[in-house]
């Protein structure tokens, strides 16, 4: 039973750099799979932001491309998002998920809890 | 980029109710599209995949069709804990959602 955790500070000042951590239980991520951050800003829709495979291939929304990094430590079983230079909009709940390939498409078929983070000025 | 828009965007209906919402893609999908339940406070589930594909372990009241530009999701019965937001979810060259799609009971 897969199950993703996420951690980090749940404030951070704008203009620096948003660091949470993704902690994966009752699967290796050696095992494949991609692997990925999904936000919810207050009371709006989602939005994905990158995800990453076991090679270190990345793939990012080109909205937030040039801000974000998503790395994994396959050693310690987790994955990690960068989100630099950040302001108020980037206040929001922020998911870990999996990224998974069925037959003809890609979903997102594990969710972690999601953690608030808050943009304060 | 694929743009998806989904309505309505809110609806309130009753137990019982056959309620079916709509995801309108602007360049056809093939069936690569899936469907997402959110409870409030509650992190999303998985649906539907593959545009009909019911998901392991999600009641049979739900259901999905469409390829294209065009796709459904339907409850054929609502029930109270249906109260929640669908998104509908496509990846062409990266993923994306619809704007959602709040149920009220």
């Known amino acids: 039973h897969v199950q993703l955790q996420e951690s980090g500070p749940g404030l951070v000042k704008a203009s620096e750099t948003l660091s949470l951590t993704c902690s994966v239980s009752?699967?290796?991520?050696?095992?494949?799979?991609?692997w990925g951050w999904v936000r919810q800003a207050p009371g709006k829709g989602l939005e994905w932001i990158g995800s990453?495979?076991?090679?270190?291939?990345?793939y990012y929304n080109p909205a937030l491309e040039s801000r974000v990094t998503v790395s994994l430590d396959t050693s310690t079983n987790h994955f990690s998002l960068d989100l630099k230079s950040v302001t108020a909009a980037d206040t929001a709940v922020y998911y870990c998920?999996?990224?998974?390939?069925?037959?003809?498409?890609?979903?997102?078929?594990?969710w972690g809890r999601g953690t608030l983070v808050t943009v304060t000025s | 980029a694929v743009q998806l828009t989904q309505f309505p965007s809110s609806l309130s209906a009753s137990v019982g109710d056959r309620v079916t919402i709509t995801c309108r893609a602007s360049?056809?999908?093939?069936?690569?599209l899936g469907w997402y339940q959110q409870r409030p406070g509650k992190s999303p589930q998985l649906l539907i995949f593959?545009?009909?594909n019911l998901q392991s372990g999600i009641p049979s009241r739900f259901s999905a069709t469409g390829s294209g530009t065009d796709f459904t999701l339907t409850i054929s019965s609502l029930q109270p804990e249906d109260s929640a937001s669908y998104y509908c979810?496509?990846?062409?060259?990266?993923?994306?959602f619809g704007g959602g799609t709040r149920v009220e009971i």
């Open positions: 998920v999996r990224d998974t390939n069925y037959r003809t498409g890609w979903y997102f078929d594990v």
């Open positions: 009752g699967f290796s991520i050696n095992s494949g799979y991609y």
């Open positions: 990453i495979y076991l090679t270190g291939f990345t």
């Open positions: 360049q056809g999908l093939g069936t690569a």
């Open positions: 593959d545009a009909s």
């Open positions: 979810q496509e990846f062409n060259t990266y993923p994306a």
